[in-house]
């Protein structure tokens, strides 16, 4: 019993390992332009943001659909803490270079010299943008969480929109730099400190969900009356997975900043919401691996693999019916393909270790 | 000397002009096993909703352990709508109206009429979830795993529960899987696990067949002897009543009709007329 619980531990290790060392070589061997690296850096992202998402959806049961604004919050502070001092007289072009008149990765610089410093100075302006995020989530989540499924849906789009069209206002220009882009800022690293990075945080919400508060989560989710009959604190903890899951939200945003190369407050529509609910459903609801693979699956063939159906060859086939939007209405087929076939998701609510414990069974009751 | 467990003052319960529960005063000694029963409708659930902070009574105080824990008495439009009696005896007091979980903090402890278990969780983490209540960790500290020791002591404990109740060898399995008298049973562990000094079972024995009410009739009795526990319950099987119950409460369209020992209920005139009915023109 003892040694095939280790068994599949070992697999998972052993499975994340290849990846992690899949990234490096890609880095060695490709340019840091190539495709392939700027198609892991990006599932990297939507898979942090899937499970952030998916710990409120699928694990605390509570539907929001406020990501993008807290994704927006998380960039914009990534952003505006890391661009160089030299270039923000460049960015802030028409509010006088702006009012913050220092860059992170440089203080850090100052005194951890310039390797580590720059480093250092990108991960505390992507917890920053984290913190801030999850202090605006503790303020919306004061009247928000007092309501139920689709109306907690529709105030967490509205405040993402009102967040959107906010940070646009010329009156704040000189902190966000109104409707105009924010750009020159640092990358952190190529695909392997993605996933590094991205590790960790899904590391850290594994182990919340596996805790006694993520067991905690998942009760009121299934039963919220029974929950609160045995003493859980419905008000106090679905604020915290609300705060929990916006941090994650926030930190995931900072990163797509930093792999996007430029800020926008236009991009984070409620249409990126909708893809990372996409990934969420279709990975399976509750289920963290189930996220993480959907979200490389959907970005490497939504950026990637499909690209050829819109460009007129694909898989060597050329026809004229490849033009451009034919992607979509292929992805759309695929949706529903999976939609019809895995009702749960392509994992429904198991994990990684699970995949090898039931094969495991099923090959030990055939015998 | 016994000790008061539960008190109920003048706990009225009206839903706009409906008083579902009128005037209820009754009070649970400790170790005492009290069924409160009556007609269908007559507000038994309501009762006990009141007490656990699902409802907030529209007037009355319930205490616990001596301490007053829930108190209202009418406000607003109700001040003109309210039907019940002594209407300005707690207009004095604050108003005391708790969430469920501080009432089940403060050691009650309920079941439901539907049971209402986690239906993605383990027999075993429906049990452990129930100790949540217990934990002195906080969220960085249990997700960092520095609560360690609280949590190898919390799932020793279930175990032991589990032991207890006859359920450890389904612990792994899904809670909906079970046979129903067990998905019962289970609900009865999982309000232990939060260490109640009086649990609250709201219709146990509902939808079982005697077998069954039997096996569940021994075991109530022997959760008093074991947990040393003091229970409050609603049922319908009047053998399981009569069988384990120290004292009963019969209400009937939300008032207090009779209350007292087994004995003196089944000889009750005014019982027996709320069960059987009374001829219009006697």
Same mark, same amino acid.
């Given at each position: 019993m003892m040694k095939n619980m280790k068994r599949e531990y070992v697999i998972t290790a052993a499975i994340l390992l290849a990846v992690l060392v899949g990234a490096f070589v890609l880095d060695a061997a490709l340019?840091?332009?190539h495709i392939a690296i700027k198609v892991v850096k990006k599932a990297c992202v939507y898979s942090l943001v899937a499970v952030s998402m998916n710990l409120l959806?699928?694990?605390?049961g509570l539907f929001s659909l406020g990501q993008a604004g807290f994704m927006l919050l998380g960039a914009y502070s990534y952003a505006i803490l890391c661009i160089p001092v030299a270039k923000r007289a460049g960015v802030y072009q028409y509010f006088d270079?702006?009012?913050?008149?220092?860059?992170l990765p440089e203080v850090f610089s100052g005194f951890l010299g310039g390797t580590v410093g720059p480093v250092v100075g990108m991960l505390c302006a992507l917890l920053f943008g984290g913190l801030l995020t999850a202090l605006c989530a503790y303020l919306i989540g004061l009247?928000?969480?007092?309501l139920k499924s689709d109306y907690l849906a529709i105030a967490t789009l509205g405040f993402a929109e009102i967040l959107r069209a906010f940070f646009q206002w010329n009156a704040i220009g000189p902190l966000t730099n109104g409707s105009n882009l924010l750009k020159n800022y640092p990358d952190i690293g190529g695909a392997a400190a993605y996933i590094i990075l991205v590790g960790v945080f899904i590391g850290v919400i594994l182990l919340l969900v596996n805790s006694t508060y993520g067991r905690a989560f998942m009760a009121i989710r299934d039963d919220e009356v029974a929950a609160e009959a045995m003493g859980i604190n419905l008000a106090h903890h679905k604020r915290l997975a609300f705060i929990i899951s916006s941090f994650f939200a926030g930190v995931g945003g900072g990163m797509l900043a930093m792999y996007m190369g430029t800020v926008q407050a236009?991009?984070?529509?409620?249409a990126m919401t909708y893809e990372i609910l996409l990934v969420v459903v279709m990975g399976g609801i509750g289920s963290i691996t189930g996220s993480v693979i959907t979200s490389f699956l959907y970005i490497a063939g939504l950026e990637?693999?499909?690209r050829g159906l819109d460009s007129g060859t694909f898989l060597g086939i050329t026809s004229?019916?490849?033009?451009?939007g034919f992607r979509m209405a292929i992805v759309s087929v695929i949706i529903m393909i999976v939609v019809l076939f895995f009702r749960k998701g392509i994992?429904?609510?198991?994990?990684l270790p699970d995949l090898f414990r039931k094969k495991e069974k099923k090959g030990g009751g055939a015998k | 000397m016994s000790e008061i467990v539960l008190k109920l003052e003048n706990v009225t319960m009206q839903f706009g002009g409906v008083?579902?529960?009128?005037?209820l005063s009754m009070e649970i000694n400790r170790g005492e096993i009290v069924a409160l029963i009556g007609p269908n409708g007559a507000g038994k659930t309501t009762a006990f909703n009141t007490i656990t902070g699902v409802y907030e009574p529209t007037n009355g105080q319930v205490s616990f352990l001596g301490k007053p824990i829930v108190r209202n008495h009418p406000q607003g439009?109700? %001040?003109? *709508?309210y039907k019940g009696a002594?209407?300005? %005896?707690? *207009?004095a007091q604050s108003v005391l109206n708790p969430t469920p979980d501080k009432i089940t903090a403060l050691g009650m402890a309920r079941t439901f009429q539907n049971i209402r278990l986690?239906?993605?969780?383990t027999v075993f983490d429906n049990v452990l979830i129930a100790k949540h209540m217990l934990k002195t960790s906080n969220v960085f500290s249990a997700t960092f795993r520095f609560n360690r020791a609280e949590e190898a002591e919390q799932r020793k404990e279930v175990a032991e529960l589990l032991e207890i109740v006859g359920l450890s060898d389904v612990r792994?399995?899904?809670?909906?899987?079970?046979?129903y008298g067990k998905q019962r049973r289970l609900e009865i562990a999982r309000a232990l696990a939060t260490k109640p000094k009086l649990l609250m079972l709201d219709e146990?024995?509902?939808?079982?067949n005697p077998q069954e009410t039997d096996e569940l009739t021994a075991f109530i009795a022997r959760i008093r002897k074991d947990f040393d526990m003091t229970i409050l319950l609603i049922e319908h099987h009047m053998d399981l009543v009569m069988d384990i119950s120290d004292r009963i409460y019969v209400i009937d369209f939300g008032k207090l009709i009779a209350s007292g020992t087994p004995e003196e209920i089944q000889n009750d005139q005014r019982v027996i007329d709320a069960y059987l009915g009374v001829e219009e023109d006697a």
């Open positions: 340019p840091s332009y959806n699928g694990f605390t270079g702006g009012i913050v008149q220092f860059s009247p928000v969480l007092r236009l991009s984070f529509k409620s990637w693999l499909l004229p019916i490849f033009k451009n994992m429904g609510d198991r994990e | 008083v579902a529960v009128d005037n439009k109700m %001040k003109k *709508a002594e209407a300005d %005896k707690f *207009a986690w239906k993605t969780q792994s399995e899904l809670a909906t899987s079970l046979p146990p024995a509902a939808g079982m």
